[in-house]
T-cell receptor, first 115, second 116 residues
Framework: DVKVTQSSRYLVKRTGEKVFLECVQD?????MFWYRQDPGLGLRLIYF???????EKGDIPEGYSVSREKKERFSLILESASTNQTSMYLC??????????????FGPGTRLTVL | AQTVTQSQPEMSVQEAETVTLSCTYD???????LFWYKQPPSRQMILVIR??????QNATENRFSVNFQKAAKSFSLKISDSQLGDAAMYFC?????????????FGKGTKLTVNP
């Protein structure tokens, strides 16, 4: 079974703190994604990576950065956390386009609260 | 840019009954993929069913089936013989078939309640 794990299920941080959210996948996927999930807004893509050290901005990258030093690990960084970044963060991974379907596999999510 | 619209924020169904969740999308592309994902309470999101736009035949996975109307840009999910375990948030998603476009565009979701 594909496994995508996230470092924390729940996280509470203070405004201005630097926050690291970690995601690890065990299926040798090339692609990895970070989404933010808010009620009534669905899932919005923050950043994605299609290879080690490669990254592309998604729809809402402001206030976030990412790091992918190893293929299996993709980190989301909040340089200076703010209260409007309180949200559920979902990591996903998948194989490179070429196959018909390219399903994305999701982690359990990290519920981040910024006080 | 593509958009995905789920017009029903919440739906409910009686156990063993059938329910249909709606999804419409907007795109100028002719080839793409459509997905329904399920997110149970406090559990991981999983893929329910997928459809390739160039396939006319509607996808089916056990009790889950879709009604894909390409001209109308509609992609509804039908759940037959609903079970308590079907209670979840359901997200419709779109992906371009263009090379290098692995990004998914999600709708806002429909919360399905299954009543015993």
């Amino acid at each position: 079974d594909v496994k995508v794990t996230q470092s924390s299920r729940y996280l509470v941080k203070r405004t201005g703190e630097k926050v690291f959210l970690e995601c690890v996948q065990d299926m040798d996927h090339e692609n990895m994604f970070w989404y933010r999930q808010d009620p009534g807004l669905g899932l919005r893509l923050i950043y994605f990576s299609y290879d080690v050290k490669m990254k592309e901005k998604g729809d809402i990258p402001e206030g976030y950065s990412v790091s992918r030093e190893k293929k299996e690990r993709f980190s989301l960084i909040l340089e200076s956390a703010s209260t409007n970044q309180t949200s559920m963060y979902l990591c996903a991974s998948g194989w490179v386009t070429g196959e018909a379907y390219n399903e994305q596999f999701f982690g359990p999510g990290t519920r981040l609260t910024v006080l | 840019a593509q958009t995905v619209t789920q017009s029903q924020p919440e739906m409910s169904v009686q156990e063993a009954e059938t329910v249909t969740l709606s999804c419409t999308y907007d795109t100028s592309e002719s080839d793409y993929y459509l997905f329904w994902y399920k997110q149970p309470p406090s559990r991981q999101m999983i893929l329910v069913i997928r459809q390739e736009a160039y396939k006319q035949q509607n996808a089916t996975e056990n009790r889950f089936s879709v009604n894909f109307q390409k001209a109308a840009k509609s992609f509804s999910l039908k759940i037959s013989d609903s079970q308590l375990g079907d209670a979840a948030m359901y997200f419709c998603a779109y992906r371009s078939a263009e090379g290098g476009s692995e990004k998914l565009v999600f709708g806002k979701g429909t919360k399905l309640t299954v009543n015993p």
